[in-house]
């Protein structure tokens, strides 16, 4: 065997490195990988980082004696040496968080092992605020698959959670030892040394089904009553047993791994401090079984070791298992003093042999790296049994990965001639604008051009400036991709209420769009230009003038408009297509109160005061927007309805004032965190005086809390239309 001795300041412990997130914030563990026990809403319920509100909630409040858990399935054994936990922030709007919590963990899914730390404490220590992260070390660390945390509090309280994982994959795969009680030393006059298995996470009584001491990833120090670690006894990290403990004058140790596996060395981390009376083993053997339901394998592996009575350092030894193949092993460790002490053991491993492909990947990668890494290969007893039939195998497998990469190959050749095709496409083999064919029977108004002075006209040059620095280019790249994208999108949309695409022009820069003339602009401009009547008089069929005049704009007419918008938006819906930015400004008035939708408002800097930007990047229309549009950054139809209920609002406002015009932008983002905990403290917008109850009940419905109480499009087309029919 061989003997490796490493000083504990250079030695990197499982514990140093694996502090690796495993996929709680990245997305990498799936949300049907993460359950709970219960949930304050849906939105509130286990999921990736992107959805829902922001953290998990229980439901109701949190009393002491509840136990409420947040559950996560890593689909196989993981080290885990360090926990994060955070609040529900949600950009500065959430005040939930979770002052303690304890771990649960399962290896099984069936036996649940509660966590301790090695001074055997449960609680762990968690948020003070929403917003920091706070990580923990997990000390011994957590060998598991399943992980319940578990939120603790001593008075009734709501709790919110976001947590992260942080370790690595347990490539040991043990997933159980059993072994004998550790001994003790109690010399005269000196403390007591207690050589047990501390941390031992199996059955106490027969130390077997578990885990403990000696795979938590700690080095047991030269001198075996010191410790790494603080505040516990002599000989803590060791496991330490007595020669005339043993009638057979060996120590038996069981092991039990995940899965079958080929077994190539066994490193066990011994104490070496021979003037104690403490030596490494003088020999081990092991034997395996396939199957945990068949006999142990006659057949044994063992070796003998160099004893050394110089050098009293701790020290690794490695045993060789010359690739056989089990899924127990059985080792016998021989005593060659009055102690023998273990701190750590691990096994290296595997997948077992078997007549697949996928068996032969690792042999495969090693023979195309080339000569020198194949020199390092050394035959086993089981390469040696290899016939004909796994050459056949081999060479199978060859050929599969060679066809593999030239599919690979053609079809990134072929997604590059399609590529080019279509920018061939889109530019035009003539060079010349080609109006799309759906809206060439579109009849277009007849306009009458005024002369504009070409000094009043922006230079808009085909050709770029030679100085463009490369960062300019590629923003006008995404640009123009989002522009193409937006043209594509909106050349589907066939609806009476939703403007019509006539033409694009795509041969130079810039890119534009041609769409249908509406003659009297948007609706909020429309609407702001008009008076409040104290009677409707005006028919829904009687042209409109222009603006400036002094006609009145009457609840019959903005039941009309209404109506129209509902209908496009139904349209919408049908098509799962979200919207995001409904508003008056987004709404084209034509003759006769004809309303299309559009979503021309943020490109205008008429309207840059409806836009919040944030942190300089994105700009948003908060006062139009959902409270998890906000604080989540999520759109549905649901949040459209949400939308429309604000542009209802606008309209029988006749657009003379602002959402929420008495709020700061900031005070509007903190409402919506006031929505989200439906306190009672939420702000909703006023009735307005041209605005019936019954339409006023239709705003409060859309601008429900909960997503599944706001009313569908279809609902609102048709309550709008009953109450238009009431009215006539």
């Given at each position: 065997p061989f003997i490796i001795k490493l000083s504990?300041?250079?030695?990197?412990?499982?514990?140093?490195?694996?502090?690796?997130?495993l996929g709680m914030h990245e997305g990498t563990i799936r949300d049907e990988d993460i359950t709970a026990s219960s949930q304050w809403y849906d939105s509130t319920g286990p999921q990736y980082r992107e959805e829902g509100d922001g953290a998990w909630c229980p439901a109701g409040l949190l009393q002491p004696e509840d136990v409420q858990f947040l559950q996560i399935d890593l689909h196989k054994l993981f080290f885990i040496t360090l926990i994060g936990t955070q609040g529900r922030h949600a950009r500065a709007t959430g005040k939930e968080f979770a002052r303690a919590y304890r771990i649960d963990y399962s290896r099984n899914g069936e036996r649940w092992i509660s966590w301790k730390d090695r001074q055997g404490r449960q609680v762990i220590q968690g948020n003070i605020d929403t917003y920091n992260v706070v990580l923990k070390d997990l000390r011994p660390p957590i060998?598991?698959?399943?992980?319940?945390?578990?939120?603790?509090?001593?008075?009734?309280?709501?709790?919110?959670m976001r947590v992260e994982l942080y370790g690595c994959i347990w490539f040991d795969g043990l997933a159980s030892y059993s072994i004998p009680e550790g001994g003790t030393i109690a010399a005269p006059g000196s403390p007591i040394i207690y050589l047990n298995d501390s941390t031992y996470d199996g059955f106490q009584e027969h130390l077997y089904g578990g885990l403990g001491q000696l795979t938590d990833g700690v080095l047991g120090l030269d001198d075996f009553t010191q410790s790494h670690q603080y505040r516990v006894w002599p000989g803590y990290d060791y496991v330490g047993w007595k020669n005339e403990s043993f009638s057979t004058g060996s120590v038996?140790?069981?092991?039990?791994?995940?899965?079958?596996?080929?077994?190539?060395?066994?490193?066990?981390?011994?104490?070496?401090?021979?003037?104690?009376?403490?030596?490494?083993?003088?020999?081990?053997?092991?034997?395996?079984?396939?199957?945990?339901?068949?006999?142990?394998?006659?057949?044994?592996?063992g070796v003998s070791t160099i004893l050394d009575d110089k050098n009293p350092s701790a020290r690794f030894v490695t045993i060789p298992l010359n690739q056989r193949v089990g899924k127990a092993v059985l080792c016998r460790f021989y005593f060659a003093d009055t102690w023998m002490m273990i701190s750590e053991i691990s096994f290296q491993s595997g997948k077992s042999p078997s007549k697949v492909c996928r068996g032969r990947w690792g042999f495969l990668f090693i023979f195309f790296l080339g000569t020198e890494t194949t020199s390092f290969i050394t035959s086993t007893r089981i390469e040696e049994k290899a016939d004909d039939s796994s050459t056949s195998i081999l060479v199978g497998c060859l050929v599969a990965i060679i066809l593999l990469l030239l599919i690979i190959i053609i079809i990134i050749?072929?997604?590059?001639y399609v590529q080019k095709r279509l920018e061939k496409n889109i530019s035009g083999r003539k060079r010349q604008t080609t109006l799309l064919g759906d809206f060439r029977k579109t009849p277009i108004p007849s306009i009458q051009i005024l002369s504009i002075s070409p000094s009043l006209l922006p230079d808009f040059s085909s050709k770029g400036k030679e100085d463009s620095v490369q960062g300019i280019r590629l923003v006008f790249l995404f640009?123009?991709?989002?522009?193409?994208?937006?043209?594509?999108?909106?050349?589907?949309?066939?609806?009476?209420?939703?403007?019509?695409?006539?033409?694009?022009?795509?041969?130079?820069?810039?890119?534009?769009?041609i769409t249908e003339y509406m003659?009297?602009?948007?609706?909020?401009?429309?609407?702001?230009?008009?008076?409040?009547?104290?009677?409707?008089?005006?028919?829904?069929?009687?042209?409109?003038?222009?603006?400036?005049?002094?006609?009145?704009s009457c609840y019959s007419n903005l039941l009309f408009m209404a109506t129209q918008i509902a209908s496009g938006m139904k349209y919408l819906a049908s098509l799962n297509f979200v919207h995001r930015d409904l508003a008056t400004r987004n709404c084209l008035v034509g003759n006769s109160y004809t309303i299309k939708i559009a979503d021309f408002g943020m490109s205008r800097n008429l309207y840059s005061g409806d836009?919040?930007?944030?942190?300089?990047?994105?700009?948003?229309?908060?006062?139009?927007?959902?409270?998890?549009?906000?604080?989540?950054?999520?759109?549905?139809?649901?949040?459209?309805?949400?939308?429309?209920?604000?542009?209802?609002?606008?309209?029988?406002?006749?657009?003379k004032e602002q959402p929420y015009s008495l709020l700061s932008d900031e005070q509007v983002i903190e409402n919506t965190g006031e929505?989200?905990?439906?306190?009672?403290?939420?702000?909703?917008?006023?009735?307005?005086?041209?605005?019936?109850?019954?339409?006023?009940?239709?705003?409060?419905?859309?601008?429900?809390?909960?997503?599944?109480?706001?009313?569908?499009?279809?609902?609102?087309h048709y309550f709008l239309v009953e109450q238009m029919d009431c009215n006539i």
């Amino acid at each position: 065997p061989f003997i490796i001795k490493l000083s504990s300041l250079l030695l990197l412990t499982r514990v140093a490195i694996c502090r690796y997130p495993l996929g709680m914030h990245e997305g990498t563990i799936r949300d049907e990988d993460i359950t709970a026990s219960s949930q304050w809403y849906d939105s509130t319920g286990p999921q990736y980082r992107e959805e829902g509100d922001g953290a998990w909630c229980p439901a109701g409040l949190l009393q002491p004696e509840d136990v409420q858990f947040l559950q996560i399935d890593l689909h196989k054994l993981f080290f885990i040496t360090l926990i994060g936990t955070q609040g529900r922030h949600a950009r500065a709007t959430g005040k939930e968080f979770a002052r303690a919590y304890r771990i649960d963990y399962s290896r099984n899914g069936e036996r649940w092992i509660s966590w301790k730390d090695r001074q055997g404490r449960q609680v762990i220590q968690g948020n003070i605020d929403t917003y920091n992260v706070v990580l923990k070390d997990l000390r011994p660390p957590i060998i598991a698959r399943y992980i319940r945390v578990i939120p603790v509090t001593e008075l009734p309280m709501t709790v919110c959670m976001r947590v992260e994982l942080y370790g690595c994959i347990w490539f040991d795969g043990l997933a159980s030892y059993s072994i004998p009680e550790g001994g003790t030393i109690a010399a005269p006059g000196s403390p007591i040394i207690y050589l047990n298995d501390s941390t031992y996470d199996g059955f106490q009584e027969h130390l077997y089904g578990g885990l403990g001491q000696l795979t938590d990833g700690v080095l047991g120090l030269d001198d075996f009553t010191q410790s790494h670690q603080y505040r516990v006894w002599p000989g803590y990290d060791y496991v330490g047993w007595k020669n005339e403990s043993f009638s057979t004058g060996s120590v038996e140790m069981e092991f039990q791994f995940d899965r079958q596996r080929n077994f190539t060395s066994m490193k066990v981390h011994c104490n070496n401090m021979f003037s104690k009376g403490v030596k490494i083993f003088q020999k081990v053997e092991c034997l395996f079984k396939p199957r945990l339901i068949v006999e142990w394998e006659s057949e044994p592996v063992g070796v003998s070791t160099i004893l050394d009575d110089k050098n009293p350092s701790a020290r690794f030894v490695t045993i060789p298992l010359n690739q056989r193949v089990g899924k127990a092993v059985l080792c016998r460790f021989y005593f060659a003093d009055t102690w023998m002490m273990i701190s750590e053991i691990s096994f290296q491993s595997g997948k077992s042999p078997s007549k697949v492909c996928r068996g032969r990947w690792g042999f495969l990668f090693i023979f195309f790296l080339g000569t020198e890494t194949t020199s390092f290969i050394t035959s086993t007893r089981i390469e040696e049994k290899a016939d004909d039939s796994s050459t056949s195998i081999l060479v199978g497998c060859l050929v599969a990965i060679i066809l593999l990469l030239l599919i690979i190959i053609i079809i990134i050749l072929w997604k590059q001639y399609v590529q080019k095709r279509l920018e061939k496409n889109i530019s035009g083999r003539k060079r010349q604008t080609t109006l799309l064919g759906d809206f060439r029977k579109t009849p277009i108004p007849s306009i009458q051009i005024l002369s504009i002075s070409p000094s009043l006209l922006p230079d808009f040059s085909s050709k770029g400036k030679e100085d463009s620095v490369q960062g300019i280019r590629l923003v006008f790249l995404f640009l123009r991709n989002d522009f193409l994208k937006e043209i594509k999108i909106m050349s589907r949309l066939k609806d009476p209420n939703i403007i019509r695409l006539l033409g694009v022009c795509v041969r130079d820069d810039p890119l534009c769009m041609i769409t249908e003339y509406m003659e009297n602009g948007d609706l909020n401009q429309f609407l702001s230009q008009r008076e409040i009547c104290s009677k409707f008089p005006t028919q829904i069929g009687q042209a409109v003038q222009y603006p400036g005049s002094s006609t009145a704009s009457c609840y019959s007419n903005l039941l009309f408009m209404a109506t129209q918008i509902a209908s496009g938006m139904k349209y919408l819906a049908s098509l799962n297509f979200v919207h995001r930015d409904l508003a008056t400004r987004n709404c084209l008035v034509g003759n006769s109160y004809t309303i299309k939708i559009a979503d021309f408002g943020m490109s205008r800097n008429l309207y840059s005061g409806d836009y919040y930007r944030i942190q300089g990047r994105a700009v948003l229309p908060i006062r139009w927007m959902a409270w998890e549009s906000i604080l989540l950054g999520k759109f549905t139809t649901a949040s459209d309805v949400w939308a429309f209920g604000v542009t209802l609002w606008e309209m029988f406002t006749l657009c003379k004032e602002q959402p929420y015009s008495l709020l700061s932008d900031e005070q509007v983002i903190e409402n919506t965190g006031e929505f989200f905990r439906s306190q009672g403290r939420q702000i909703y917008l006023s009735q307005t005086p041209l605005c019936p109850n019954s339409v006023f009940d239709l705003m409060l419905k859309c601008w429900s809390r909960d997503i599944k109480d706001r009313p569908t499009f279809d609902i609102i087309h048709y309550f709008l239309v009953e109450q238009m029919d009431c009215n006539i």
